[in-house]
C-alpha cells in the first residue's frame, strides 16, 4: 500500500519538501542542544518541564480525541463515521510520534532512555505511561492498516481486529488519564494536585482532537476526490462542542474550589496565570486569550446556525484549537511550577532554539499524517471509482 | 525476602563472630576475654545488628540519617561557610565566576536560573510557605535558613523515578545513581522542597577547584544533597556540619541515645511542609 505515498501531484512534493525543510533545519539546532545540553532552552531550576513536555501533553489529548470516531462508530454502528474513523486512527498515530519524540527532546540523556526498560519502575507513572502510549500507538498502527487494507481489497477486516479496536478505547482514555496522573499526583504543586485534572485533560482532549479532525476533513475534501461527508463533520462538530463546555465547566469547578476554599497555594498558581504574581505576568494576555476563544468557541457550536455554516466552521475549530492548545500547554505546565514550591516566582519564556525544535517535530507529525492521510483518501478513492 | 536473607546472613556472621569469640577466648584461656568482647561490641543487642561485613571502625552509620539545624546558630557567615564547603566538596559549579578562557575557550553565559543548588539560604516565609504570618517574631524575619534535600521518609522523588536512578538507602539517605539517571526530571517535579537541581550544562567550566575526590557530574542529569554519604563512609561529618560552627548536628533519628534525638527531645523543632506526610529528615529548632 505504501507505494501510494510515492506517487503524488506537484504540490503534495512541495508540501513533503517544505516539511523536510522545516525538519532539517530543526534537528541541525537539536544536535546543537544534544552536544551542549538543554541549557539552550528557556526553563530553568524552578520550571523544569517547558514547551517540549507542554505539547507532548497537549498531543497526547489529540492522540486520545481519535475515540471519539472509534467509539460511535464500532460500538454504536453509527454509520457515518465510516468514512472517516481510519482518518481519527491514522491522526493518532502521527501525534503519538509527535508525543514520543518531544519526550525524546526533552530527555538530558536521551541516549540513556531504555532505562525505563531495563529497570521498569511500576511506582513511576512515567512508566505507566510509556506502557499505555505504546500500546496505543502500535494498536492504532496495526488496526488502521489493517482496516485499509481490507477495504482496499474490498474484503472484511480480519475478525482479530475486532477486540483489538475494542482494546483501542480504554486505551485512548488511558493514555491521557496516566498522562493527567504524571501531575496530579505530586504532593507539593497545588495548581495539579486535584482529582479533576485527569477529567479536564479528557474533556479539553476531545474538543481540541476532533476540532483537529473537521479541519483535516475539510483539507482532504479540498486536495483529494475523497469526500468525508457533511453529515460526518456537523457530528463532530457536536462533539467539539460537548467536550469544549465540559473543559471549561471543568475549569469552573477547579476556580470555585480554589478560590473559595482560599487556601493560597493553590490560589497563587490561577492568580499567577490570569491576574499575575508579584508583578510578573507573562501569560496573562494568553490565558485571556485561550478563555475568550473557548468562550466564542462555545458560542458558534451551540448556536444551530452557526454551527451548520461551513464556510465558519473551520474558522471556530482554529480558535478552539487554538484556545485548547493554550489552555493545555502553556498554562498548565507553566501554571504548575510558578510560583515554585518555595513562592519564588520564576518566569518560563521558551527560547527560539526550542520553539523551532518543537516545529521539528511537528513536521515530523505532519509528515507522516500527510502520508498516512494520502493513502487513506486514495484508497477510498479506489473503492468508489 | 529480602530482609530475611540478610536475617539469615547476619545470623551466620554472628555465628561465625562467636566463633571467632570462642576460639580466642580458648586461646587466651580466660573469661575476662569474653567479657571484654562483649563489651567492644557493644552488649547482646549490637551483636545481633552487625552487618554482613564488619565495617571499618570509622564508618558512621544510623538507621535512618536525620539532621537538625539550630536556627539561633545560623549567622551570614556561617551560611556562607556551610554553602562554600558543601560546593567545594561536591565540584558544584558557581555560575557567577567567569570560566578559565584559556581552558574553557568559547564557553556560553550560564543562565542563572539554571543553577545548581545543593544547601543554599532562604528566609523563613519561603522555607515555611504555608506558615507564613503577618505577626511573626522579628527575628525570624531577617534569619537566614538553610534549606537542603529533607532525605524524606516517604520521598515523592523516589516514587516519581522511572529507573530507580534515586532510590533510598536503607540507612534513610535518598542518594542518586548519575549513570543511571535520564534527566526526565519527573523527580524535580515531585519535589516538594525544591531541593533538586538538573545538570543544564557541562559544569567544568564553572568548578573553581575541582575536588578528584568526588564525581563531576555530566551534563544532562539531575543532582541533589547526599548527606555525604562519601564522607561518611570515611569516618568524617558533612561538609556543612564541619562547616557550621555546632549549628547543623547529623545522626541516627531511631537511635533514642543519638545527639540529634537529644536535641530534639530538649527543643522546639519544626519540619518543612509536615502537612504533605513525606516526612522529612531535617528539623529546624526554633
Redesign the interface.
Known amino acids: 500500500m505504501l507505494e501510494i505515498a510515492i506517487k503524488g501531484s506537484k504540490k503534495y512534493w512541495i508540501w513533503l519538501g517544505a516539511l523536510l525543510t522545516v525538519m532539517a533545519v530543526a534537528f541541525a539546532l537539536y544536535i546543537d542542544q544534544f552536544m551542549?545540553?538543554?541549557?539552550i532552552?528557556g526553563?530553568?531550576?524552578?520550571v523544569?518541564?517547558g514547551f517540549y513536555i507542554a505539547n507532548f501533553t497537549f498531543l497526547v489529548g489529540v492522540a486520545a480525541g481519535g475515540v471519539m470516531v472509534v467509539i460511535p462508530y464500532y460500538l454504536h454502528d453509527y454509520e457515518r463515521f465510516h468514512r472517516i474513523t481510519i482518518l481519527g486512527e491514522f491522526l493518532a498515530v502521527a501525534s503519538l510520534i509527535m508525543c514520543l519524540m518531544f519526550?525524546v527532546a526533552?530527555?538530558?540523556?536521551?541516549i540513556?532512555?531504555l532505562?525505563?526498560l531495563?529497570?521498569p519502575?511500576p511506582?513511576?507513572?512515567?512508566?505507566w505511561d510509556?506502557c499505555v502510549l505504546n500500546g496505543y500507538l502500535f494498536l492504532n498502527i496495526v488496526i488502521g492498516w489493517k482496516v485499509l487494507e481490507a477495504e482496499r481489497n474490498q474484503v472484511k477486516p480480519p475478525a482479530w481486529t475486532k477486540p483489538l479496536i475494542y482494546l483501542s478505547i480504554p486505551f485512548a482514555i488511558g493514555i491521557h488519564t496516566v498522562t493527567a496522573y504524571?501531575?496530579c499526583g505530586?504532593?507539593?504543586?497545588g495548581f495539579w494536585l486535584t482529582a479533576i485534572l485527569a477529567p479536564r485533560f479528557l474533556a479539553s482532549a476531545f474538543a481540541a482532537g476532533p476540532s483537529f479532525l473537521i479541519l483535516l476533513c475539510y483539507i482532504v475534501r479540498k486536495f483529494t476526490k475523497f469526500d468525508p461527508g457533511w453529515e460526518a463533520i456537523q457530528t463532530l462538530s457536536k462533539i467539539v462542542c460537548y467536550a469544549l463546555i465540559a473543559n471549561v465547566f471543568f475549569f469552573f469547578c477547579e476556580v470555585f474550589v480554589v478560590f473559595y476554599s482560599k487556601i493560597?497555594?493553590h490560589m497563587a498558581h490561577i492568580k499567577y496565570l490570569f491576574f499575575g504574581l508579584h508583578g510578573h505576568g507573562a501569560l496573562v494576555p494568553w490565558m485571556w486569550t485561550s478563555m475568550t476563544l473557548m468562550f466564542i468557541g462555545i458560542a458558534l457550536l451551540v448556536v444551530p446556525a452557526f454551527r451548520n455554516n461551513e464556510t465558519l466552521l473551520p474558522f471556530t475549530c482554529i480558535m478552539i484549537f487554538i484556545g485548547t492548545w493554550i489552555d493545555k500547554s502553556l498554562g498548565m505546565i507553566s501554571g504548575?511550577?510558578v510560583p515554585?514550591?518555595?513562592?519564588?516566582v520564576?518566569e518560563y519564556i521558551p527560547t527560539v532554539q526550542e520553539i523551532v525544535i518543537s516545529l521539528g517535530v511537528l513536521a515530523t507529525g505532519f509528515l507522516i499524517l500527510t502520508v498516512l492521510f494520502k493513502l487513506a483518501a486514495t484508497v477510498k478513492e479506489e473503492v468508489r471509482g | 525476602m529480602k530482609n530475611k536473607r540478610e536475617n539469615f546472613l547476619s545470623k551466620s556472621s554472628r555465628r561465625g563472630f562467636l566463633k571467632a569469640a570462642g576460639i580466642s577466648a580458648v586461646a587466651i584461656g580466660a573469661a575476662p576475654a569474653i567479657k571484654a568482647v562483649s563489651i567492644a561490641s557493644g552488649g547482646g543487642d549490637a551483636v545481633s545488628s552487625l552487618p554482613l561485613t564488619t565495617p571499618k571502625a570509622e564508618v558512621l552509620t544510623a538507621k535512618r540519617w536525620g539532621m537538625v539545624i539550630d536556627t539561633s546558630k545560623i549567622t551570614e557567615e556561617v551560611v556562607e561557610s556551610v554553602v562554600a564547603a558543601c560546593r567545594n566538596s561536591h565540584n558544584i559549579p558557581n555560575f557567577d565566576i567567569q570560566p578559565d578562557e584559556k581552558k574553557y575557550p568559547n564557553t556560553?553565559p550560564?543562565?542563572k536560573?539554571?543553577?545548581?543548588?545543593w544547601i543554599w539560604e532562604?528566609h523563613y516565609?519561603?522555607?515555611f510557605?504555608?506558615m507564613?504570618d503577618e505577626f511573626l517574631a522579628d527575628k525570624f524575619k531577617s534569619l537566614p535558613f538553610l534549606?537542603t534535600c529533607n532525605h524524606c521518609k516517604n520521598a515523592?522523588c523516589v516514587?516519581?523515578?522511572?529507573?530507580?536512578?534515586t532510590f533510598k538507602r536503607e540507612d534513610g539517605i535518598v542518594i542518586m545513581d548519575f549513570h543511571?539517571?535520564?534527566?526526565?526530571?519527573?523527580c524535580?517535579?515531585?519535589?516538594?522542597?525544591?531541593s533538586r537541581?538538573?545538570?543544564?550544562?557541562?559544569a567544568r567550566p564553572f568548578i573553581e577547584k575541582i575536588n578528584p575526590e568526588f564525581p563531576i557530574r555530566?551534563?544532562?542529569?539531575?543532582e541533589k544533597c547526599n548527606l555525604c554519604a562519601e564522607r561518611l563512609e570515611r569516618g568524617l561529618q558533612p561538609a556543612c556540619v564541619e562547616a557550621s560552627e555546632g549549628a547543623i548536628v547529623v545522626g541516627d533519628l531511631e537511635d533514642p541515645e543519638s545527639e540529634v534525638r537529644a536535641l530534639l527531645k530538649e527543643n522546639y523543632a519544626i519540619r518543612r511542609?509536615q502537612e504533605?506526610?513525606?516526612e522529612p529528615s531535617v528539623y529546624y529548632i526554633m
Request: charged residues 20%; contains cysteine.
Open positions: 551542549n545540553g538543554l541549557m532552552t526553563m530553568s531550576r524552578d523544569s518541564w519526550i526533552d530527555l538530558g540523556q536521551p540513556r532512555m532505562n525505563v531495563l529497570y519502575t511506582n513511576s507513572m512515567l512508566f510509556m504524571l501531575y505530586l504532593p507539593g504543586r493560597p497555594g504548575g511550577f515554585n514550591p518555595l513562592h519564588h520564576t | 556560553r550560564a543562565k536560573m539554571q543553577e545548581i543548588k532562604e516565609h519561603n522555607a510557605p504555608e507564613e534549606v515523592p516514587q516519581a523515578c522511572p529507573t530507580k536512578a543511571r539517571c535520564i534527566g526526565c526530571r519527573f524535580m517535579a515531585a519535589c516538594p522542597y525544591g537541581s538538573f545538570n543544564f550544562r557541562d555530566s551534563k544532562g542529569v539531575v511542609k504533605l506526610g513525606t
